[in-house]
């Protein structure tokens, strides 16, 4: 049996802005964008894959700095024994003033194979790769509809490559979609398809790959490579590799937020090295004591130690707390006369109780902090 393997990937997005992060956090997201060829590298290399077929979205804009366009293929250059493979996807289309034609201007490594059109190319024996590169960032028809008339020789496995959704998002502003029926029509072996940023197989020999480097806080299996096994001009195997450097993890604590917490530090603490890495979001609803308050403030603690940054919403969160419980965690008679009455005030509904429950927090947050320096 003849095998042919390859690696498929899409959405790479390098160039991506991470706003509303601090600018060392966001800059360490963005240059983990790149990094991420290296490590698409190794997977190829340890399952003796050759060629790399990226299905769009290289870069995240057209409008980048020479040294953000640079920095990926000098990357894909340094890897000269891989082959990559590369369609323009909605975000970097094919243009006059493109990222595409700039990167042709500089010059592109002979490694690197930008599909500019739908031609069919053998990129190995009795392989062949049918591409559908996209001209716009809004397409007007189905990208993979010349499939089916692509000619390429009998016996051949075909392989198709293309971006865009399969079905519409219901904004108003959705591309064509791609029909997954394609594949069969055009007798394709597989149709490696880029644009939806988490790994989801479509229909038979139809899937999306996922981006390699997650950038949400979704459960949809970003960060992975596809890699695929061709047998004799059929895909024989399907296997997922994480090629992730941040696990991005959030949590929306119920009415006892705390046990919630405790299972989110759990599975940071189960990240182990990669722990540093990881970026957390939290968002606290309901009400707590104002003891509960404090123990939720030391788990708050543990977790920015832990992680690369932590997101900490606690605007929905209220303090249930009477006198005994404000008096036990504050340490004066003034302290816990204003906070009775920012708690008298903090039960009500209304925009007055919203500003009193949140100086409420603050002020169990700075009495937990001096109590804290006063014990260290």
């Known amino acids: 049996m003849h095998n042919f393997k390859f690696i498929h990937t899409a959405d790479w997005h390098i160039g991506r802005v991470f706003a509303g992060f601090p600018d060392d956090v966001a800059a360490t997201l963005k240059h983990a964008r790149v990094t991420v060829i290296d490590r698409i590298a190794a997977v190829a290399r340890a399952h003796g894959a050759a060629h790399v077929l990226v299905a769009g979205d290289t870069y995240d804009s057209d409008e980048l700095a020479d040294k953000d366009l640079r920095a990926p293929i000098e990357r894909l250059r340094s890897c000269s024994d891989i082959t990559w493979h590369i369609i323009p996807g909605n975000h970097d289309p094919l243009a006059d003033d ?7 201007a ?4 002979d490694n690197v194979h930008v599909l500019t059109d739908q031609t069919p190319i053998e990129i190995a024996p009795r392989i062949w790769v049918l591409p559908a590169p996209l001209t716009a960032g809004i397409t007007s028809g189905d990208p993979t509809s010349r499939m089916e008339a692509a000619l390429t020789p009998d016996g051949a496995a075909r392989i198709g490559l293309a971006h865009g959704p399969t079905s519409a998002f219901g904004d108003g502003t959705d591309a064509a ?9 055009a007798g394709l072996a597989y149709l490696a398809l880029g644009d939806w940023h988490g790994e989801q197989d479509v229909a038979a020999k139809v899937r999306y790959s996922g981006t390699p480097e997650p950038e949400q806080f979704k459960a949809n299996l970003a960060g992975r490579v596809t890699v695929v096994t061709v047998s004799d001009g059929v895909v024989s195997a399907l296997e997922s590799v994480e090629t992730a450097q941040h696990v991005w993890l959030r949590s929306e604590p119920g009415a006892l937020p705390l046990g919630d917490l405790d299972v989110l530090i759990g599975q940071v603490a189960d990240l182990g090295a990669r722990a540093p890495d990881a970026i957390v979001r939290v968002k606290l609803r309901g009400r707590i004591e104002a003891d509960g308050y404090r ?8 977790l920015d130690a832990s992680v690369r940054h932590m997101v900490w919403d606690q605007s929905e ?21 204003v906070a009775e009455r920012l708690a008298h005030k903090a039960n009500a509904e209304s925009r007055e109780g919203t500003v009193a429950a949140r ?14 320096t006063e014990r260290g």
């Open 295 to 302: 123990d939720l403030e030391q788990r708050r603690a543990q």
């Open 106 to 109: 500089l010059g592109l490594p």
């Open 98 to 104: 493109g990222v595409w034609s700039r990167l042709s």
């Open 317 to 337: 969160l209220s303090l249930a707390a009477d006198a005994a419980a404000l008096s036990a965690v504050l340490t004066t008679p003034a302290l816990t006369d």
């Open 359 to 372: 100086a409420l927090r603050l002020l169990l947050t700075l009495a937990e902090t001096r109590a804290e």
């Open 177 to 185: 979609t791609i029909d997954p029926s394609c594949a069969i029509r």
